[in-house]
């Protein structure tokens, strides 16, 4: 039988590139890639560019902290990222996201977690520029003079917001336990909801 | 490619590990997504008066689990408790103070709930029972040790209960403590299941027990056993029964009043001839003078801290010193640093830990003094007043001593109890030099060598080497058979063995 194909034109805008790769290779490739793409779905990790508090309760040990800032008076003036993030400028924030983000997502894979957590020196330092950014007027009179930082308070050289407003926002009793049925907006099923409708399941697990 | 395999293997297997490192983070990722939303169903039933721990653990897997932790004696808190450990031998003075009582023969650091049955069984003070209804001790011994106990009150009778031997039920009593202690079998509600707390708490504030608020039964559950107790053999006749002396107050006054008004002494020490009260653990009373107990915070919330499987809550039943852990405990609501919380904390303790200390060196004087007195031809009318002080003394040192945790709960009380026990002591030694003058004694009065336990015992005319060996032959003939009977009545618990 005759062939019928004729070759393409060179550059045709429907062709793929032709890049010289194994057969095989380029199946491990997809599989990788597949995978990879799933892990991303399942950890909605898009939900991390955005400052929404939801993005935080992915994993659940926040829930207990969620919880206390949406009954705190923060929780219509100040998002998650609004106080533990930098915002010096968009490197900056999205940098201190990542290493935090890896690390806090490495702990809780490993379930290392404690009870309860406790800030770090690099984490207070950001949540003290944070109150003094948002509530500058008011340290113009009770903290003039530079800016606090943890180091500095173990020194003795002034001392951190939170020091006096020790509830502030997440109440005087803190730990990963403290409020076990606090309704949080915890991850959808990781099911689509067309699926789960197909076999019959309500479209979300979870009481809303 | 067939030139060259190794860069097509090489590929193989970098994205298999890959592949199968993402797979597992993968499944990690699911898991931790589904235990945020699974829920807590008991699994089991439980029957009434069920005595075995590991029937209830069928229920609740997780508090059994951490309940079984209580074996654990891994962690030995800096200053209270060396676990395992002898006390007496750490502190011969004791020998001293209890001479006359069983507490001279052995005394040792406290250990987890999970020994209770076997400590009670193991002690010298608890004697050989070769047989049934023989032996130093009445059931009320083991009141405090195994839901055995509730179990026995329901079936014989509260009073009968009491009127029986240590020894009678030793067959009866093989569960350490344990569920049925604190909990009700169908609602899991924390409850009261011995009758003393009833009682002495209804005496001391009026309030009926069973008005009691969750958050108040996080501490009263506790109390049913660690608290200041005697056993009243006037109340049931032929019995001898728990009875909390709270009357007045929880105060060491208050206890001291009471005991006073009973005519009650608990031993009288052969070597001063002063008539004791010894204190037991009144931990319940000591907390309430401290800060946290007056803030409202719970035995529970330190001793049992929330804690988390997966995303599941529950109470820790690793019933422990909360310094193991502070992360659990301390810090859910202090935000200081680990290593500052045990700094505070063993401040307190090591502070108290010196003025039992002081208090002790005092009161062996002050015996040895009375006896030197007695020896010189004091009189009993010149002897009483003394004496009075001694026991006083005596009772506000063994107050802070038996409470262990009492220098941490309320180290400013302790500290209180002690300088007015100090005091006391004080006093009788300066009445008893006048009374040796007046006897024509003024040479200071030679203590004894008592370096060592052994010598302190010894010094007391003491056969520890024979108990022992009839401790031994009790644990290696009777024990056996105690089990035996238990496992034909079915309330042995063969899974927790």
Redo the contacts between chains.
């Keep these: 039988m005759p062939s019928e194909q004729t070759p393409r034109p060179a550059g045709d805008g429907r062709r793929l590139p032709r890049i010289r790769v ?1 057969r ?2 380029a199946a ?2 997809g ?2 890639a597949g ?2 793409a ?2 991303v779905h ?2 909605n990790a898009f939900s991390y560019l955005s400052d929404d508090p939801a993005a935080c309760v992915n ?3 926040m ?1 207990s902290y969620y919880a206390s800032h949406a009954h705190s008076s923060h929780k219509g003036a100040a998002t998650c990222n609004d106080c533990h993030v930098p915002h010096t400028g968009v490197f900056a924030k999205y940098a201190f996201k990542a290493r935090d983000g890896l690390y806090h997502a490495s702990v ?2 490993l379930r290392g977690e ?3 957590m ?1 800030i770090k020196e690099a984490g207070a330092n950001v949540v003290q520029a944070n109150c003094v950014r948002c509530h500058g007027r008011l340290n113009e009179i009770v903290a003039p003079g530079a800016p606090v930082t943890l180091a500095g308070k173990l020194h003795g050289e002034g001392h951190l917001c ?1 020091d006096c407003h ?1 509830d502030v926002p997440h109440g ?7 409020a ?1 049925d606090a309704i949080v907006p ?2 959808e099923s ?1 099911m689509p909801a067309w699926l789960r409708a197909a076999r019959g399941e309500s479209p979300s ?2 009481p809303r | ?1 067939k030139k060259r395999p190794l860069p ?1 293997w090489l ?2 297997a970098a ?1 298999l590990v ?2 199968f490192a ?2 597992l ?2 499944s ?3 898991e ?2 589904a ?3 699974q829920v807590n169903t008991p699994l089991a039933a439980i029957k009434p008066f069920e005595s075995r721990n590991s029937a209830w653990g069928d229920a609740y897997p997780r508090q059994y689990g951490t309940l079984r932790d209580t074996r654990d004696m891994s962690f030995t808190p800096p200053v209270v408790g060396a676990h395992g450990l002898d006390a007496l031998g750490e502190n011969p003075r004791q020998v001293i103070l209890w001479a006359g009582y069983a507490f001279a023969k052995d005394y040792n650091h406290p250990r987890g709930h999970a020994y209770a049955v076997e400590d009670v069984r193991n002690t010298l003070r608890t004697g050989a029972p070769m047989k049934l209804g023989e032996g130093p001790q009445p059931a009320s011994c083991w009141v405090c040790k195994s839901p055995d106990v509730p179990r026995l009150m329901n079936e014989l009778g509260i009073d009968e209960f009491y009127k029986r031997k240590w020894s009678d039920l030793g067959g009866e009593v093989t569960n350490h403590i344990g569920c049925a202690d604190c909990h009700d079998p169908k609602t899991m509600k924390l409850s009261i299941t011995r009758p003393h707390l009833a009682i002495g708490y209804k005496a001391a504030t009026g309030r009926d027990i069973s008005t009691a608020s969750h958050q108040e039964m996080r501490t009263l559950a506790c109390a049913q056993c660690h608290v200041e107790y005697y056993f009243d053999k006037t109340a049931v006749p032929g019995g001898q029964v728990v009875t909390l002396p709270w009357k007045h107050g929880f105060t060491v006054e208050a206890a001291e009043k009471y005991y006073d008004e009973a005519g009650f002494t608990d031993f009288v020490n052969p070597i001063s001839k002063a008539p004791i009260i010894k204190a037991q653990h009144p931990d319940y009373e000591l907390w309430q003078m401290g800060i946290h107990g007056q803030r409202g915070v719970s035995c529970a919330d330190c001793h049992m ?4 499987d997966g ?3 529950f109470s820790s039943h690793h019933v422990q010193s909360p310094l193991a852990d502070p ?2 405990s301390c ?3 202090h ?1 200081q ?1 680990a290593g500052e919380l045990l700094r505070n904390v063993t401040e307190r303790q090591t502070k108290i830990a010196d003025m039992l200390a002081r208090i002790e060196q005092q009161l062996v004087h002050a015996h040895f003094e009375a006896k030197a007195a007695w020896d010189a031809g004091a009189t009993g009318d010149e002897m009483k007043p003394v004496l009075q002080l001694i026991r006083q003394s005596q009772w506000r040192w063994d107050f802070v001593a038996a409470s262990h945790g009492a220098s941490f709960h309320a180290p400013l009380e302790c500290a209180r109890i002690l300088d007015d026990g100090l005091a006391r002591a004080g006093e009788a030694r300066l009445a008893l030099a006048r009374i040796l003058a007046r006897h024509g004694q003024l040479d200071p009065v030679a203590l004894p060598d008592l370096s060592t336990k052994e010598k302190a015992q010894s010094h007391l005319g003491l056969d520890i080497a024979s108990e022992r060996a009839a401790k031994a032959e009790f644990i290696r003939t009777v024990v056996p058979q105690w089990l035996r009977q238990a496992r034909e009545n079915g309330t042995l618990d063969e899974n927790a063995l």
């Design positions: 194994p095989y290779l491990a490739l599989m990788l995978l990879g799933y892990v399942i950890s994993c659940h040990i829930g809780f894979t404690p009870q309860a406790m939170w020790r005087t009793v803190r730990s990963i336990s403290s076990p915890y991850p990781a697990p979870l | 490619m097509g590929v193989f994205s890959v592949t993402l797979g983070l993968a990690s990722i699911m931790r997504r235990e945020a939303l801290p929330y804690t988390t995303s599941q809550k992360g659990k810090q859910v609501c935000r640093n």
